[in-house]
């Protein structure tokens, strides 16, 4: 077999004539392969949907074959029966779909490990063998498997202890009663491997219960009476019941596990409660999914041990496992399924900070104007350092260093002073409009009048920004001019910043990653207050005995209230700020022509190459096309920002394509009845 021809060369005759018992481990667990292969190749036909599947045909086909030749019959059971006598069945049952160790950055490592390395047959364990055996494709035609073809299969295929005399009706038929648990299936070795799984799965159920991550976020009311710590014991009956062949007390006791199992996952359960309260973490969300599903694969075994028909509950076994093929090789599903609670707590947190910048009525509206005028006088000033910074001849990395230290700064020192950018505002303002939602569409006109109320800020926070950064920087550069002769920004930078803030150049892809590092900022930002309150440092700052002891109880109470109320933005400001800063060269390192361009900087970039070069400046088109990219960076920035957000959020909340189509339509059904709501507050 080790020079096994292609797939599509085999035929029936020759997998039957290749089935030799003696043959190595490797060689016989590759012609199981190879059979299953066989069943499942089916030339390119067109078929009725509703028709009998092409496998289950073929599956059909070998069995009576096999009936009909007794030296290939004898030759194929000979095979599957060294194959349960050598491999670990338990494994399957109770390792496949669950990771060695439960951690998410341990099962993404293997999920990513066995999508480059090829597996191999040579194995005992059939928890790694089936996956060369079975494809998620097969799991129509094992569904459709009937009850005749299901019995006739487990006459074949089930495993028996090696001192077992030959099992009755072994041409496929039947005992004399015709009774289903006469069958091999019903062999003691087959039930002491489920009852094996069984244990194994108590035990990761057990250990997982009582770790101090998840035992300390239980609902103490459901952990009074011990349900983990009584799953040891009452799995131990349960073997001790299957051993003695006593089916009355097998029953009893699957009864008591099944009443264990179903406390022990509404604990596992309450455990969401908690997070929702204090923090998500990625590793607990993820150990408590692992152990809900260990607690409903014990189910599924129980089903199989206790049912008058085993046939069928482990045909819908089987079932289960290659439909968890998928699940267990995706990626993308893994950390969808694990990060989805982490980023919908993200863009709560975020839409707490963003309802802040929403503004709804002419008062508002005139506040953020202020407050954003406010930011970009703090702006102004940035620049004349961006441009000193550029001035020093430094290396590209200490120079994008001290560039995002002066950007970071400048932000939180606008967020202590309580103004604005106005292009932080959609990373946060999206999850707060996505709020309203609640999975559904149910508050659309809620939802279209806060759209409506974004848009104004934004031309709120915008204007206020620019209608001061621009004069306060053209009013230094006069200042300069007045009193030491020279601008502060020189021709040479002034025609440097001209050149790269043209519309004709790269500016609206720079500007556009800079709305994508803007979002980036709130989501860390979220990460941040997230992990905050996770570990509970507020609590640390104000009850710590050496923090009181040096602060005092008043200080210390202050002080935690305030970094709980601001962490958030200081993680968004200095993030964003370090990003700015230090992306061009990290790009640069990498030979990525990367930049970024942000609509108040670039502003007032623009107005000091103006204050150096003089009115004479206006009548020339590269100012003009200066104006033009600072127009398109403004959107830009603002449009993806938002736009990646409230995408986040959406998916955070579940919202289909549909509904979120649905919504576009009353959005622009909004925009063309009243277009002016966008730009002046409605009385």
């Known amino acids: 077999m080790a020079g096994a021809q292609p797939t599509s060369a085999w035929d029936l005759t020759a997998l039957l004539n290749a089935a030799d018992p003696r043959a190595p481990l490797a060689e016989r667990h590759l012609w199981l392969v190879r059979l299953l292969e066989w069943l499942r190749h089916d030339p390119p036909r067109r078929l009725d949907p509703d028709a009998t599947p092409a496998p289950l045909l073929r599956l059909r086909h070998l069995l009576n074959v096999l009936e009909q030749h007794p030296q290939h019959r004898a030759a194929v059971q000979g095979l599957i029966q060294r194959f349960w006598q050598e491999v670990d069945a338990a494994a399957l049952f109770a390792d496949f779909g669950f990771p060695h160790r439960v951690h998410l950055t341990g099962e993404l490592l293997r999920r990513l490990r066995e999508r480059v390395l090829p597996g191999t047959p040579d194995t005992t364990d059939l928890a790694e063998l089936f996956p060369l055996l079975f494809e998620e494709s097969d799991a129509p035609w094992i569904e459709a498997i009937d009850a005749d073809t299901l019995q006739r299969l487990a006459v074949l295929m089930a495993p028996r202890d090696a001192d077992d005399p030959p099992a009755a009706g072994t041409d496929g038929a039947l005992d004399d009663a015709g009774d289903p648990a006469a069958t091999p299936l019903s062999a003691p070795r087959w039930r002491d491997t489920m009852a094996d799984a069984v244990t194994l799965l108590v035990g990761a159920v057990h250990g997982a219960g009582l770790s101090p991550p998840l035992r300390r976020r239980m609902s103490p009311a459901l952990l009074a009476e011990e349900p983990f710590r009584q799953l040891t014991r009452a799995s131990e009956r349960l073997r001790d019941a299957e051993l003695a062949g006593d089916p009355a007390a097998l029953l009893r006791e699957a009864l008591y596990l099944r009443a264990l199992l179903d406390t022990c996952r509404r604990a596992a359960d309450s455990i969401g409660e908690h997070l929702e309260e204090f923090g998500v973490s990625v590793d607990i969300v993820y150990e408590t999914e692992q152990l809900r599903l260990r ?8 089903d199989c041990l206790v049912s008058p028909e085993p046939a069928r509950e482990l045909q819908l076994l089987t079932l289960q496992l290659v439909q ?10 893994l950390l969808a399924a694990q990060y989805g609670q982490l980023a919908r707590k993200m863009t709560e947190r975020s839409a707490e900070t963003g309802e802040h910048y929403i503004t709804r009525d002419r008062a508002e509206y005139a506040s953020m104007f202020r407050r954003a005028a406010g930011g970009g006088m703090v702006m102004a000033g940035t620049t004349f350092v ?10 590209a990395f200490w120079s994008g260093l001290l560039a995002g230290v002066n950007y970071a700064a400048s932000f939180v020192i606008i967020m202590l002073l309580h103004f604005t950018v106005a292009t932080k505002q959609p990373a946060m303002t999206a999850p707060a409009m996505a709020a309203r939602l609640r999975g559904s569409h149910r508050d659309e006109e809620g939802f279209v009048d806060e759209v409506v109320h974004l848009i104004r800020s934004q031309s709120a926070g915008i204007l206020g920004n620019l209608a001061l950064v621009a004069p306060v920087v053209v009013a230094l550069q006069a200042l300069a001019w007045w009193l030491m002769d020279a601008p502060l920004v020189d021709a040479k930078h002034a025609v440097y910043a001209l050149k790269n803030l043209s519309l004709l150049g790269p500016t609206p892809l720079y500007a556009a990653f800079t709305g994508v590092l803007l979002f980036a900022s709130s989501v860390i930002a979220g990460w941040v207050e997230n992990w905050f309150v996770f570990n509970r440092l507020d609590s640390a700052i104000a009850w710590n005995p050496r923090i ?23 993680a968004a400001n200095v993030s964003l700020g370090l990003m700015l800063g230090l992306t061009p060269a990290v790009a640069g390192f990498f030979a990525l022509p990367l930049d970024v361009r942000h609509v108040t900087l670039s502003t007032g970039q623009l107005a000091a190459a103006a204050g150096a070069l003089g009115w004479g400046l206006l009548g020339e088109p590269a ?9 398109v960076t403004g959107l830009l920035n603002v449009g993806v920002s938002f736009y990646l957000a409230f995408r986040l959020a959406l998916r955070a909340r579940g919202l289909h394509r549909k509904d979120r189509a649905h919504l576009g339509a009353a959005i622009r059904r909004r925009i063309c009845r009243r277009p002016l709501s966008l730009l002046v507050p409605e009385r």
């Open 324 to 333: 968890g093929l998928r699940e267990r090789e995706g990626v993308r599903s």
């Open 295 to 302: 607690t409903l694969r014990i189910e599924r075994l129980l």
């Open 386 to 395: 961006k441009f000193a910074i550029a001035g020093l001849g430094l290396t």
């Open 623 to 631: 100012f003009w096309w200066c104006v033009a990219g600072i127009v």
């Open 548 to 570: 009181v002891a040096r602060l005092g109880t008043a200080r210390a109470a202050r002080w935690a209230a305030w970094a709980r109320a601001n962490v958030s933005g200081l």
